[in-house]
């Protein structure tokens, strides 16, 4: 079963604008983590959020998390197209190095 | 080259045959993991291994099997494939840093099977 859920499942914007991604879970974290995946590739680590965290920088991303709301945004600043990608979020619960995966957010940067 | 592969890239099957996919790491990462993507379901887990010889079911294990004799491979065997094993396959690794929680995986290109 899932436990990060991505909203809104798709997302078109015109370069230069803001595109910000939703994720909700459902049980406490260990820390949370965002992956972006390219048409036909494997997917490719973002960044990192610790559940004792409430937000985090690294380049033209910022991801915040709230964990009495269960739930983490992922903001890109200025969009390329090639930014266009799907991105997931994953949660980390307890001890184990496992991930759950959401569905993911279909990001479509037009130029 | 350093990083994890998977072969094949494409594989086109038909239903009850043995098919096995291979993954392999080259930084001795001590954790792999194998997910398949469907459509409407996003990544899901299906074995994962902690060390060579440790291994665990993950959310969808059924009608797969895996081994891990040597830390670098991973291959994923599916015993007698069904048409509902279609799917895209991705291999990754982590490297367990004792951080308390999960460390950022890396993945492979993933495996694209189609079950006729």
């Known amino acids: 079963s899932q436990q990060g859920e991505e909203d809104p499942q798709a997302l078109s914007i015109q370069e230069g604008e803001n595109a910000t991604m939703n994720c909700s879970y459902k049980t406490s974290i260990n820390n949370l983590q965002w992956y972006r995946q390219n048409s036909g590739r494997g997917l490719v680590h973002l960044i990192l959020?610790?559940?004792?965290?409430r937000e985090k920088h690294s380049g033209r991303l910022r991801v915040t998390l709230d964990t009495s709301k269960k739930s983490s945004s992922l903001l890109i600043t200025a969009s390329r197209a090639a930014d266009t990608a799907s991105y997931f979020c994953?949660?980390?619960?307890?001890?184990?190095?496992?991930?759950?995966f959401g569905k993911g957010t279909k990001l479509t940067v037009n130029p | 080259d350093a990083g994890i592969t998977q072969s094949p890239r494409y594989k086109i099957t038909e239903t009850g045959r043995q098919v096995t996919l291979m993954c392999h790491q080259t930084w001795s990462h001590s954790y792999m993991f194998w997910y398949r993507q469907d459509l409407g379901h996003g990544l899901r887990l299906i074995y994962y291994s902690a060390a060579a010889d440790i291994t665990d079911k993950g959310e969808v294990p059924d009608g797969y099997v895996v081994s891990r004799s040597k830390t670098e491979n991973f291959p994923l065997t599916l015993e007698s494939a069904t048409r509902s094993q279609t799917s895209v396959y991705f291999c990754a690794s982590s490297e367990s840093k004792g951080s308390g929680g999960a460390d950022e995986q890396f993945f492979g290109p993933g495996t694209r099977l189609t079950v006729l």
């Open positions: 959020i610790r559940s004792n965290e």
């Open positions: 994953a949660t980390s619960q307890g001890g184990s190095e496992k991930l759950v």
